[in-house]
């Protein structure tokens, strides 16, 4: 039995889940490509107001399978802002289908290339998906990375 995935906008009554989702993410899937004091020193200075900072800043869209949020991400422009998974469904496609839907809005907007960074955990998932790295990795652990849409 397939779930079916809806992709929508998030609004300001997603930040508690969004922003559990994202410590989750960090704190359960980064490790162990990146150190567990590196996770948990990233994830500690995530708070419920930043994710509410970023509901405002960010077009913010949610991945809800049979009604559950099951990950997010957020664009600007043609930055990917962020794409995080919940725990529960890593595996699943639930990044890959947020990314997909990313890089379909930002094509009809007359985007020729999506930027982001990528934290080391995340950098093969995007290497799998076309993106290459465009730069050294920053002293906060990122990579810049870029990808050329169609």
Known sequence: MTMETVYRRATRT????????RRRSILE???PTMPVAEAQAWAVQLTRAGMEQKLRELEVWVAELDGIVAGWGAI?????EGLYADPEFAGRGVGA????MF????C???IRAVRAEASSNAMAFYL???YRANGPQSP???WPIAKQLL
């Open 14 to 21: 997603d930040a508690s889940d969004l922003h559990d989702i």
């Open 29 to 31: 899937l980064a490790p």
């Open 128 to 130: 799998r998906r076309g």
């Open 76 to 80: 600007r422009g043609d930055w990917l």
């Open 108 to 110: 009809e907007r007359g």
């Open 103 to 106: 890089e379909r809005l930002m």
């Open 140 to 142: 906060n652990g990122a």
């Open 97 to 100: 289908g947020l990314l997909e």
